[in-house]
């Protein structure tokens, strides 16, 4: 089949593309940073037909159009993360780049369309029973990232009620690999923090409240493969069991964990994000204790799915590859270091204000 996928450099876009070589498909990426032409690829890298797009501007259509032309299916990735303190950008590139690639794929005719959701699209829940496919997708309000992601869905259901494209939904909780450690280092930690800190972590300080859903890049890239391959329409939770924990965390982290009620913790999130001293805002901290544990009963019964690392191996990978400055072949997976993290931020600003070039 010749599949689609957009934001294909990142962390589960690399991902899917190992999955998707292994079975022979053609293979064409679009991202804003695509590898340079003529440089040499990595060692077992697939494949693959690169284009270059914008998605936070409609002159992406005729590329999106171009590249979507003769897929058999398109996969959405592209999302972002940064700037966080420009809301504006990462609304038009979450919700307008999936409104972008929804024009795109009706007028290249594409057939099927899986879109990656997230656990984070899920309405609040106030207790730990996992809650299937069809709880509401209303978002978590005080995460811009929920928000968008829920506006997204809505995108969707106008999408199916208008036109005949199969659309599988795929909602994955936090994914993690170890080529991603330092794209994840580099948009979660200060410049000034190297990844060999956490070795000298004494404590974790996080309410004993806190439990999310985890899985691995290459777990979901499976299940991506097998709705594909299946042509299995509709919503699709993807976690590892169990769930990560506060006490599993620090268990991994090699910290003591110690329980701060996460109200007296958001105000200092919520200000040191104000005061630019890190880039995470409180609607990620807001997620993290709102996002319900999900069922993933339907990917295991009707697609034979199932995870291949459990949450605390997801994270123990993540963790390892930050200490060890791990890294990925494309330029969003691109190595980091304190030294070219402040030099970024002094050529272009801090992370959490800066547009990616």
């Given at each position: 089949?010749?599949?689609a996928?957009?934001?294909?450099?990142?962390?589960?876009?690399?991902?899917?593309?190992?999955r998707?070589?292994?079975?022979?498909?053609?293979?064409?990426?679009?991202?804003?940073?695509?590898?340079?032409?003529?440089?040499?690829?990595?060692v077992?890298?697939?494949?693959?037909?690169?284009?270059?797009?914008?998605l936070t501007?409609?002159?992406?259509?005729p590329t999106?159009?171009?590249?979507?032309?003769?897929?058999?299916?398109?996969?959405?990735?592209a999302w972002?993360?940064?700037?966080?303190?420009?809301?504006?950008?990462l609304r038009?590139?979450?919700?307008?780049g999936?409104?972008?690639?929804?024009?795109?794929v009706?007028?290249?005719?594409?057939?099927h369309?899986?879109?990656?959701?997230?656990?984070?699209?899920?309405?609040?829940?106030?207790?730990?029973?996992?809650?299937?496919e069809?709880?509401?997708?209303?978002?978590?309000?005080?995460?811009?990232?929920?928000?968008?992601?829920?506006?997204?869905?809505?995108?969707?259901?106008?999408?199916?009620?208008?036109?005949?494209?199969?659309?599988?939904r795929?909602?994955?909780?936090?994914?993690?690999?170890?080529?991603?450690?330092?794209?994840?280092m580099?948009?979660?930690l200060?410049?000034?923090?190297?990844?060999?800190?956490?070795?000298?972590?004494?404590?974790?300080?996080?309410?004993?409240?806190?439990?999310?859903?985890?899985?691995?890049?290459d777990?979901?890239?499976?299940?991506?493969?097998?709705?594909?391959?299946?042509?299995?329409?509709?919503?699709?939770?993807?976690?590892?069991?169990?769930?990560?924990?506060?006490?599993?965390?620090?268990?991994?982290?090699?910290?003591?964990?110690?329980?701060?009620?996460?109200?007296?913790?958001?105000?200092?999130?919520?200000?040191?994000?104000?005061?630019?001293?890190?880039?995470?805002?409180?609607?990620?901290?807001?997620?993290?204790?709102?996002?319900p544990?999900?069922?993933?009963t339907?990917?295991?019964t009707?697609l034979?799915?199932?995870?291949?690392?459990?949450a605390?191996?997801?994270m123990?990978?993540?963790?390892?590859?930050?200490?060890?400055?791990?890294?990925?072949?494309?330029?969003?997976?691109?190595?980091?270091?304190?030294?070219?993290?402040?030099?970024?931020?002094?050529?272009?600003?801090?992370?959490?204000?800066?547009?990616?070039?």
């Open positions: 089949m010749r599949i996928i957009t934001g294909a450099t990142g962390n589960l876009g690399t991902a899917l593309l190992r998707l070589s292994s079975d022979g498909h053609e293979l064409v990426g679009l991202a804003r940073r695509v590898p340079e032409p003529g440089a040499p690829e990595p077992g890298w697939p494949r693959v037909a690169w284009h270059a797009v914008d501007d409609d002159a992406s259509l999106l159009e171009a590249a979507f032309a003769g897929a058999d299916a398109v996969v959405h990735l972002g993360f940064q700037p966080s303190h420009d809301l504006a950008y038009e590139l979450g919700v307008g999936t409104r972008r690639v929804l024009q795109a009706t007028a290249a005719g594409v057939p369309l899986v879109h990656m959701s997230s656990v984070g699209a899920y309405s609040p829940k106030q207790d730990d029973a996992p809650v299937t069809d709880w509401p997708t209303h978002g978590v309000p005080t995460s811009r990232y929920s928000r968008h992601k829920a506006t997204a869905e809505r995108l969707l259901d106008e999408h199916e009620a208008a036109h005949e494209t199969l659309v599988t795929v909602r994955p909780g936090i994914v993690g690999q170890r080529a991603a450690a330092s794209a994840l580099r948009y979660g200060p410049a000034v923090v190297p990844g060999a800190l956490l070795d000298l972590l004494p404590v974790l300080p996080l309410d004993r409240g806190f439990t999310i859903p985890v899985v691995h890049a777990d979901v890239a499976d299940l991506v493969a097998r709705a594909v391959d299946q042509r299995a329409g509709g919503a699709f939770n993807v976690a590892a069991d169990p769930p990560l924990t506060a006490a599993l965390f620090a268990e991994v982290l090699g910290a003591k964990h110690v329980h701060v009620p996460s109200g007296l913790m958001r105000p200092l999130v919520s200000a040191s994000w104000h005061l630019h001293l890190q880039q995470v805002d409180t609607g990620w901290f807001d997620l993290a204790f709102a996002v544990l999900v069922d993933t339907r990917a295991r009707e034979r799915w199932s995870p291949s690392h459990d605390a191996e997801v123990r990978e993540v963790v390892e590859g930050m200490r060890d400055r791990a890294s990925g072949p494309t330029p969003v997976l691109r190595p980091r270091s304190v030294l070219s993290a402040l030099a970024d931020a002094a050529r272009r600003g801090p992370a959490g204000q800066r547009h990616l070039p």
